[in-house]
């Protein structure tokens, strides 16, 4: 894709640029993101990584983020922490996803539980997508509600947390499918934005792994448009793809890391040019407070999806800029139909 690219410099890893410092000077043939940040090294989080690595022969992070980290979603609206899913839990989401994908050899085109890519065959698989992977395993279910992992929610959301929806991009080795610059924002406004995406990473992931790629202080700007000929195409259409891909860090990591990133903030993800699949696991939650502007489901399914804290009816209200995802082309299943009807003109702000 067209300025969906990695930075500009490729740094050994423990020598990436640190979040915050100078980029390295522009060159006019770049193919890789402008930084890097991964759970080795990350200048301003250095500190609460050796913290992690203490934790880790408790079994994991133990769940709580420092002032440090944060203060630095708050200000970049996004986050990278280590080891908060064991080996032997990456392991079995592993198992059961190693099962679904050799299970997409069977299927022609996408359905209820697979979202296939272009020439998928059953030699030669493409599976991009597990569709709601907590409705399909238990393992999954298991992962989104970890202890420890909804108590480090707690510090970003509050005690109230509302489980929204769930997913499981993969991008194969032969270069998997690419995500255009978005915000989730875009997909679901609701009534105020605490609001995240937690991505868990089932191994590890290095630059060339198509990496997801998020813009540091993005969730405190405005809402891009995302329509394309009068259709909601999720996909940024008011800033050349090339402008933004500047500003990007690609975030990488070990397996069992999570990354964090607000739902107002654009992001996106390259092909993978690595040597093995790239799987994250995402699943979105939400402060209890926060209510759909466009509502999917009845109440009942709506307050079922509490992990902690009350039901309330009095939804919190926060003046931000919106845009409705509407309309939609008919046929659309997934932000891969939603981006195909992106036209290359650029739309007004």
């Known amino acids: 894709m067209p300025g969906l690219r990695l930075g500009d410099g490729l740094l050994a890893e423990g020598r990436q640029t640190a979040v915050g410092t100078p980029p390295p000077p522009a060159s006019t043939d770049v193919r890789i993101c402008r ?17 992690a690595s203490i934790r880790k022969s408790q079994g994991g992070n133990g769940g709580m983020l420092t002032a440090e980290q944060v203060g630095f979603y708050r200000e970049n609206g996004y986050l990278l922490v280590p080891d908060v899913f064991t080996p032997e839990e990456v392991a079995a989401l592993n198992a059961v ?18 979202d296939i890519g272009p020439g ?3 030699d030669v698989p493409q599976l991009r997508r597990i569709k709601d992977p907590i409705r399909q395993d238990p393992v999954y279910d298991r992962a989104m509600r970890t ?10 959301l509050g005690d109230g947390i509302r489980f929204d929806h769930s997913k ?18 875009a997909f679901y406004p609701h009534t105020n ?10 191994g590890d992931v290095g630059p060339d792994s198509g990496p997801l790629q998020v813009i540091p202080g993005s969730h405190l700007g405005k809402t891009h448009n995302h329509h394309s000929g009068g259709l909601f195409c999720g996909a940024i259409t008011d800033t050349p793809a090339d402008a933004l891909a500047e500003k990007a860090v690609a975030l990488t990591g070990r397996a069992g890391s999570v990354t964090i990133h607000h ?7 390259a092909p993978n040019t690595g040597k093995q699949d790239r799987r ?3 699943f979105s939650y939400a402060a209890v407070d926060a209510w759909p502007l466009v509502p999917e489901e009845d109440l009942e399914a709506f307050n079922s999806r509490i992990l902690t804290g009350e039901a309330t009816f009095s939804p919190r209200q926060v003046a931000l800029p919106v845009r409705l995802p509407l309309p939609r082309a008919a046929e659309d299943d997934s932000i891969f139909d939603n981006q195909s009807h992106k036209a290359p003109e650029l739309e007004d702000a």
């Not at 930084?35 to 913290?51: E, G, S, W, Y």
């Not at 099962?99 to 022609?108: I, K, N």
């Not at 420890?148 to 510090?155: D, I, M």
């Not at 739902?263 to 993800?269: E, F, N």
């Open 35 to 51: 930084r890097t940040v991964t759970d080795f090294q990350a200048d301003p989080l250095r500190q609460a990584i050796k913290l």
């Open 97 to 114: 996803t190693d099962g679904f994908c050799e299970a997409s050899r069977s299927v022609s085109k996408s359905d209820a539980v697979f």
């Open 120 to 122: 998928h065959s059953a």
């Open 147 to 156: 202890p420890r992992l909804v108590e480090l929610l707690k510090q970003l």
């Open 168 to 185: 499981l991009n993969i991008k194969p080795v032969s270069g998997g499918a690419d995500i255009d610059w978005h915000q989730d924002w």
């Open 193 to 202: 934005d605490d609001i995240l995406a937690v991505g868990v990473m089932l």
């Open 263 to 269: 739902v107002r903030t654009v992001h996106g993800s």
């Open 280 to 282: 994250l696991l995402l």
